[in-house]
């Protein structure tokens, strides 16, 4: 018994040692890392005389932005702290770009909101997405998506996937939307019995979920109607992956359950596809049979069209191109979950922004519920089966689509960012500063850009009108490579046209026939003048409405 209690002495004695060894390699290897960042910050100033914010040698830039944000809620997303910083810094911010050292809370980054700056690195050239995403996307699609897919490989399978997010394609499936938006008012008019104060962004959220499950697959997932289980994986999922926040992060991160939660969420999600994906398959080889006999077929979803791309491609040997591999299935099922994810979230928070900023905006609203009246008539329960017989009327809204824009101009989601170059600066068309990017992520902040009044006239208000006008002289006129959402350049966001489509049709389907009042309550706090400002809370990694969009609907009735 001696010897055994020994012999576990000795052994907790070899644990205790590890975990001494592995603290201190850390504890080590922070400082280093820390003197490597804040090297390459003060080298800005003093090799290419580009002046910066106060900076601190322990806590880099972390003092100077808390003390900015400190003027604003405390709950407010991280992407817009930006445009606080640019403002309380405008010699600095004059340039178009500003650099921002909040290591190690982020990677350093070089933030620009110039439109010229940004389409330097997003558009010609395109650089590579920062390693940023590849951390925290990794345990969710294994960087097989479209985001964080890079060079040969990230072109070859956006030409598989690109003609499912066609127009014309799209266009073909709006009568499955509207199925699945019918199903959304259904639930908006029993809300309007009850009287009830809901957060807006959550069954707005179901119903995004299912529109992309019938423009992906053809299926009908009941995320509206029914516990989703692939919803559930997924957010379970987003959370253990968020990296964003100092304390939870690293909690995160030591906690020995977190790969095996993230290895059950993905088992959850893959195998609620592989059905839908296997029948979805089994549809496009029924319709190809049938395409050759010169038989009539139905609308193609994303899954099918992308099936015949990638069988379709000269690359692969006669003996593949007749058989799905494990390869393509794999690729199918991480884009599927970037679809959803990236998908389902945006549009819904854009829905539930655009609804409360009509009802704060009453002759916006009135012009636009005049237009939807002047393209399907004044009965407003026949849209519907119109949209159903001639999808292409939503093309017949661009007053519904100004508004729309103007929505994500000042509430974007999210920006993009990217890995800075040894070779690559980054030159002010306003100063002619060239910023190196070596050793930055490099930050496209759409937030601060497309609320910047050096780039956009009446900056903080809501004026759709802005995007009807043509002539370059009037001074609302919206200047090149300005709008951001959906970023630019070749790697733009492959689902836009969808989420155009969409919104159109859902604002045609509800705003004729209800009213919907954001209700915030007396004495709720403001950014930039306005209570439903941009949060992003636990499971979260885009900005959201402030407190879920808490929104009241009425039925509209006697006119």
């Known amino acids: 018994m001696a010897k055994l209690l020994a012999s576990i002495a000795w052994d907790w004695t070899l644990v205790w040692t590890a975990i001494g060894v592995y603290v201190a390699y850390n504890v080590v290897y922070f400082f280093y890392r820390l003197h490597q960042v804040r090297s390459l910050v003060r080298e800005i100033p003093a090799k290419y005389g580009i002046p910066i914010m106060p900076h601190s040698y322990l806590f880099g830039h972390l003092v100077t932005v808390a003390k900015v944000m400190m003027k604003q809620p405390s709950d407010i997303f991280g992407g817009c702290a930006p445009l606080f910083v640019i403002k309380a810094y405008p010699e600095l911010a004059a340039a178009g770009a500003m650099y921002m050292d909040m ?44 985001v964080n897919l890079e060079g040969p490989d990230w072109k070859r399978w956006r030409g598989v996937f690109n003609p499912g997010f066609s127009a014309k394609n799209l266009l073909s499936l709006v009568p499955t939307f509207l199925e699945e ?159 959803m994810f990236a998908g389902h979230d945006t549009t819904a928070t854009t829905l539930s922004f655009a609804y409360h900023l009509l009802h ?77 990017t070596a050793g930055w992520m490099l930050f496209s902040c759409s937030f601060a850009s497309q609320r910047w009044d050096a780039v956009w006239p009446r900056a903080g208000e809501f004026v759709p009108e802005r995007w009807l006008v043509r002539d370059e002289s009037d001074p609302l006129h919206v200047r090149k490579n300005a709008f951001r959402p959906f970023e630019l350049g070749p790697r733009n966001c492959i689902g836009q046209e969808l989420a155009l489509l969409e919104l159109k049709a859902i604002m045609v389907l509800t705003l004729r026939e209800m009213e919907f009042e954001s ?25 959201h409405p402030k407190g879920g969009m808490p929104m009241r609907v009425r039925l509209r009735t006697g006119e």
Request: aromatic letters at 8%; charged letters at 20%; proline letters at 8%.
């Open 103 to 146: 290591w190690p809370v982020s990677p350093p980054m070089l933030t620009v909101f110039d439109p010229d700056m940004m389409a330097q690195f997003c558009q010609e050239p395109s650089l590579p997405k920062a390693e940023l995403m590849h951390t925290e996307f990794g345990p969710f699609t294994q960087l097989k998506d479209l």
């Open 181 to 339: 938006i019918e199903v959304f008012v259904g639930h908006l008019q029993a809300l309007a019995k009850s009287g009830e104060v809901v957060k807006f962004e959550e069954p707005a959220m179901d119903l995004t979920i299912d529109v992309i499950g019938r423009a992906a697959l053809g299926a009908r997932l009941h995320a509206q109607t029914k516990h989703n289980g692939f919803k559930d994986a997924m957010t379970r999922q987003v959370y253990w992956l968020e990296t964003d926040r100092l304390p939870v992060t690293l909690l995160k991160l030591v906690n020995p359950f977190r790969p095996l939660m993230m290895w059950l969420h993905n088992r959850t999600m893959k195998n609620y596809f592989m059905p839908l994906i296997e029948q979805s398959i089994a549809e496009h080889s029924s319709s190809s049979q049938a395409d050759t006999t010169n038989t009539t077929t139905g609308p193609k979803t994303i899954i099918s069209l992308a099936t015949k791309a990638y069988l379709s491609d000269p690359a692969l040997d006669a003996k593949k191109s007749t058989q799905i591999d494990a390869e393509f299935l794999n690729v199918l099922i991480s884009q599927l979950k970037i679809f």
């Open 360 to 436: 704060t905006n009453p002759s916006t609203l009135a012009a636009l519920r005049a237009e939807h009246t002047s393209v399907f008539g004044p009965d407003p329960s026949t849209a519907s089966s119109q949209i159903a017989l001639n999808p292409a009327l939503l093309n017949s809204l661009p007053y519904t689509l100004s508004v729309i824009k103007e929505t994500l101009r000042l509430f974007p989601p999210v920006g993009s960012v990217r890995e800075g170059q040894t070779n690559l600066f980054l030159t002010s068309p306003s100063t002619g500063t060239r910023y190196p």
């Open 519 to 543: 209700c915030y309550g007396e004495g709720a706090k403001k950014v930039e003048g306005d209570v439903a400002y941009q949060v992003k809370e636990a499971g979260q990694v885009t900005g």
